[in-house]
C-alpha cells in the first residue's frame, strides 16, 4: 500500500473542509462598544439625579453617651406635635420663658430634645434655633 492522498487533505475540496478558527475579534468590539455606553449613560444618570437632590452627603458624627443630669432641660416632642419640658405641656412662648429661665439658672444647661420619628424635621429644627437664641449652646437630641 502506498501513500495515498486523502480526500480531507485537498484544499479545492469543500465537502471535508473543517473551519476550526474561531474569530473572538468581532465579538470582544461588540463588547466593548457596549461597555463604553454603558459608563456614559451611568455617569449621566448620576449627574442627573444629584440635580434632583437624591444624593445626600451628610455630615459625620461621633455619638456619645449623655447623662441627663440636674443640669439638664429635656424637651419632648410628641407625634401630635405637642411639646413638653419636663413632662409638663408648654406652647411655643412659653417654651422661650423655659429656655430663658434655664440660662438664667445655668448658661452650661444642656438641652435634651426627645422627638417621636414621626415629628417633622423643621419642628426640632426650630426649637433647637429657640435654645440657641436664647444662648444655650450645649443641645442633644436623644436616640435609642
Known sequence: MGLGKLPDDD???AEGAIFA????????DIFLVLLII??????????????????????????????????????SVL?????MV??????PSDLDKVFRSAFAKDPQTQ???EADEGVKHGMVVGIMNNAKQVGL????????
Request: no cysteine.
Open 79 to 83: 407625634p401630635s406635635g405637642q411639646v
Open 21 to 28: 478558527e474561531i474569530n473572538i475579534t468581532p465579538l470582544t
Open 38 to 75: 454603558f459608563m456614559i449613560t451611568s455617569s449621566v444618570m448620576v449627574e442627573t439625579a444629584s440635580r434632583q437632590g437624591l444624593k445626600v452627603n451628610l455630615p459625620k458624627g461621633a455619638t456619645k453617651e449623655i447623662d441627663p443630669g440636674a443640669k439638664s432641660l429635656v424637651v
Open 86 to 91: 419636663q413632662g409638663q405641656a408648654v406652647t
Open 137 to 144: 449652646s450645649r443641645l442633644a437630641i436623644a436616640t435609642k
Open 11 to 13: 484544499p479545492s475540496s
Open 111 to 113: 438641652v435634651i430634645i
